[in-house]
């Protein structure tokens, strides 16, 4: 797993090159926006049941039909492990936000998933939605904390909506 940090020095190692004026006004936006993501993962860190708990009675308000008798969510087990996979995903994304690098997203979470989602027969579109249900409220929650330009809590959990949902080839 690489941070913003590593992935640039990387980069620019295997070039060849010395750090140009980009890579220096990376890095600088990088330690910027350094303690408002440590401050959006100690948010995460204190409400993470919270806002897996309230992303789900959402998503489930919003997709009824999931909750139903044969819906991916009907039984208490398929129920949790919903849930459980809600967690996962911003439990990942507050690595991400943190290293500002979405290597561990790849590395961790995405890497076959959707095949493996495909051939369990659990839906993309409701994990997408409940991904960017998990954004929104952290971000309404980070703001609450004092932090004034959220944009930046975005790039997880689009990334993961972006590489989770079917593209046409």
Do not use: H
Not at 107 to 133: A, D, H, M, W
């Amino acid at each position: 797993m690489r941070d913003a940090i590593t992935s640039l020095i990387r980069n620019y190692d295997i070039s060849g090159r010395y750090l140009d004026r980009d890579a220096i006004d990376l890095l600088k936006s990088y330690f910027d926006s350094g303690t408002a993501r440590i401050m959006a993962a100690a948010v995460i860190n204190a409400n993470a049941a919270s806002i897996v708990k309230q992303a789900g009675s959402q998503l489930f308000e919003d997709v009824p039909e999931l909750i139903r008798p044969g819906g991916n969510a009907y039984t208490t087990r398929r129920y949790a492990a919903c849930l459980r996979d809600m967690d996962y995903y911003l439990r990942y994304a507050s690595y991400a936000l943190v290293a500002g690098s979405m290597d561990v997203l790849d590395e961790r979470v995405l890497q076959g998933l959707r095949e493996t989602y495909n051939s369990l027969g659990v839906p993309i579109g409701p994990t997408v939605r409940g991904i960017q249900i998990m954004k929104d409220i952290l971000k309404e929650q980070v703001a609450a904390a004092g932090v004034t330009n959220t944009a930046f809590v975005d790039q997880p959990f689009d990334y993961m909506t972006r590489e989770l949902s079917e593209s046409d080839i």
